[in-house]
């Protein structure tokens, strides 16, 4: 069974940074997206950023600029660089996977939680004014 362990989260002031990681467990990560999102408290989940098989990085228009992903297939590991936090950015985050997929994938299809097959337990971040 395929794992998504996140970490990396905590408390910092607004204007800081942290890089939250995610390591997957099992075989053919290379195969995948992956991507983040994060449920601010009493919101919707909400898409943050993703990177696809090939190497494609789509991103949510209120962290554009701010936050990076990267992937380390031979890790298994995909990272999420965060800078210049927002109180805004106080959030669970997540990440997540697809399955075996296409090589390039739309921006609009990574954006979208129905494609991930498996997600991690989320880390929180807290974002202080």
């Known amino acids: 069974q395929v794992q998504l362990v996140e970490s990396g989260g905590g408390l910092v002031q607004a204007g800081g940074s942290l890089r939250l990681s995610c390591v997957a467990s099992?075989?053919?990560?290379?195969?995948?997206?992956v991507g983040w999102f994060r449920q601010p408290p009493g919101k919707e989940r909400e898409f943050v950023a993703a990177?696809?098989?090939?190497?494609?990085?789509y991103y949510a228009d209120s962290v554009k600029d701010r936050f990076s992903i990267s992937r380390n297939n031979a890790k298994n590991t995909v990272s999420l660089q965060m800078n210049s936090l927002k109180v805004d950015d106080t959030a669970v985050y997540y990440c997540?996977?697809?399955?075996?997929?296409?090589?390039?994938?739309?921006?609009?299809?990574?954006?979208?939680?129905?494609?991930?097959?498996?997600w991690g337990q989320g880390t929180q971040v807290t974002v202080s004014s």
């Open positions: 099992g075989r053919g990560f290379s195969d995948v997206a």
């Open positions: 990177i696809s098989r090939g190497g494609e990085i």
């Open positions: 997540a996977k697809t399955p075996r997929i296409a090589y390039f994938a739309s921006r609009d299809y990574l954006m979208s939680q129905n494609v991930y097959s498996t």
